[in-house]
């Protein structure tokens, strides 16, 4: 084995493990912590506003092109022969799964989250009496990030899985 593989190999493992680490932590620990604390939890979405979606995005970009490398890599240019292995197939069914994770990341977390982040920062020019829609929308919005966000958790515990069973299936 290569140098260059292996460096590939452990930059895969350890931004996929950053980004299931981070995608769990936030699920089980943080939206909830945020709903909790009510109108207060406005102030940490602020607080994190563009931070932790463009740090997951990044995490998880590479963690899905160190990843198709290795697939490239480990099926010899996607030679259907190997790909339909059950290691083709494990790998290549924990990549899809890993995709799909972050294209719900993007498009519905990430995207939420900052929907939620802008009403929260409209409320605090807004007056008094049209806060409380702002609050509702804010929260709404907060909502389908959590959602979004036990959806990508589920799917990376499974991606992780089925990567670790990859060669020996």
């Known amino acids: 084995m290569n140098t260059f593989f292996l460096s590939v190999r452990v930059l895969h493992i350890l931004f996929g493990a950053i980004w299931l680490g981070a995608a769990v932590f936030v699920t089980l620990l943080l939206m909830p912590a945020v709903r909790e604390a009510g109108p207060d939890g406005g102030k940490v979405m602020m607080g994190l506003g563009r931070r932790v979606p463009v740090f997951i995005a990044s995490v998880s970009g590479l963690a899905v092109l160190t990843g198709l490398w290795l697939y490239w890599r480990f099926t010899d240019g996607l030679d259907p022969s190997l790909m339909n292995t059950a290691g083709g197939h494990t790998f290549g ?77």
Do not use: C, D, F
């Not at 929260?139 to 020996?168: E, N």
């Open 93 to 169: 069914t924990g990549g899809i799964l890993g995709l799909v994770a972050a294209v719900i990341a993007t498009s519905m977390v990430g995207r939420n989250i900052k929907r939620a982040v802008a009403a929260m920062k409209r409320m605090e020019a807004t007056e008094p009496a049209g806060r409380p829609a702002l609050m509702e929308e804010a929260m709404r919005y907060r909502q389908r990030a959590a959602t979004g966000g036990r959806i990508v958790a589920v799917l990376l515990i499974v991606t992780t899985v089925l990567m670790a069973m990859g060669h020996y299936v």
